[in-house]
């Protein structure tokens, strides 16, 4: 996964969010025994990406994420040291403005969406909460956020047009013969 962190192309900035998601979806669900380095590697990217308009509005909302997923990881493992010296770092969701808030729903539902059909339908509402949060008239952020509700859409639907005519034809199929 670090590789994956440090060959994403600086110019490349939807390659390298797809790799920060992973990275902290990975470390929030203990995959990665080098969850440290792999935070590191979050931070870094986070602070690479800080001078573009999109992410420099985002940052906080993205911190936010990245440090609760850390104190997580360190509370579950038990380094409550750790845990500790990162507690300072969060800023409290409530307190976030609402394109961070927004940001955060928008993280939320890019991870959701891996775990199944169910938590489809959970990350479609993250992602309509970030796009009914985030105020930008201009649709620098919320065109993103209208593109990942159209991904997670569109995912739903081949899922439930699999399952509904796909699964009936191949019963068909069994059935017949």
């Not at 440090?6 to 992973?22: C, E, H």
């Amino acid at each position: 996964m670090n590789t994956v962190l440090q060959n994403t192309d600086s110019g490349s900035g939807r390659m390298s969010m797809a790799a920060f998601y992973l990275a902290v979806f990975r470390c929030a669900h203990l995959k990665d025994e080098e969850a440290a380095v792999t935070f590191d590697s979050c931070e870094k990217l986070v602070e690479d990406k800080q001078n573009e308009r999109f992410y420099y509005e985002i940052k906080e909302g993205l911190e936010h994420v990245l440090f609760s997923s850390r104190l997580f990881f360190f509370r579950l493992t038990g380094r409550q040291e750790s845990a500790e010296e990162i507690l300072p770092r969060i800023k409290l969701f409530k307190e976030l403005n609402k394109v961070c808030q927004a940001a955060v729903f928008g993280v939320k539902a890019n991870i959701l969406r891996f775990f199944g059909y169910d938590a489809k339908h959970e990350a479609l509402k993250c992602a309509r909460l970030a796009i009914e949060l985030d105020p930008d008239d201009l649709g620098s952020r919320r065109g993103a956020w209208y593109y990942l509700a159209g991904k997670i859409l569109a995912e739903i639907r081949r899922t439930e047009s699999f399952c509904e005519v796909g699964i009936l034809l191949y019963f068909t199929c069994i059935f017949e013969y």
